[in-house]
Nanobody
Framework: QVHLVESGGGLVQPGGSLRLSCAAS????????IGWIRQVPGKEREGVSC????????YYADSVKGRFTIARDNAKSTVYLQMNNLKPEDTAVYYC??????????????WGQGTQVTVSS
């Protein structure tokens, strides 16, 4: 398993932006597909985005297409999720997760502890 640490969450007004980071200390994230998943208490987890490892293909949920961008910086062993034009319905705990490929059901084997994103005026 890979130890992942998320950061960058916080409180932002509707229409604002945040950038989440996912880092690993023991292994380089360049070796893994990295996904972002969010969860609201009482609701099922929602796969938000994923970046593959072989060709850096990216995938997005329809709810965030055109607003969120996933990217990796292999030199820093970090994957970012840039979130623009945030909406109140984006409020959730955001987790990053790692595995060998981007699974369509986001059933990754390694997960971080999560970071809270709150979009509110």
């Amino acid at each position: 398993q890979v130890h992942l640490v998320e950061s960058g969450g916080g409180l932002v007004q509707p229409g604002g932006s945040l950038r989440l980071s996912c880092a690993a200390s023991e292994f380089t994230l360049a070796m893994y597909a990295i996904g972002w998943i969010r969860q609201v208490p009482g609701k099922e987890r929602e796969g938000v985005s994923c970046i593959d490892v072989t060709d850096n293909s990216t995938y997005y949920a329809d709810s965030v297409k055109g607003r969120f961008t996933i990217a990796r910086d292999n030199a820093k062993s970090t994957v970012y999720l840039q979130m623009n034009n945030l909406k109140p319905e984006d409020t959730a705990v955001y987790y990053c997760a790692a595995d060998l490929v981007c699974y369509t059901d986001y059933s990754f084997s390694s997960w971080g502890q999560g970071t809270q994103v709150t979009v509110s005026s």
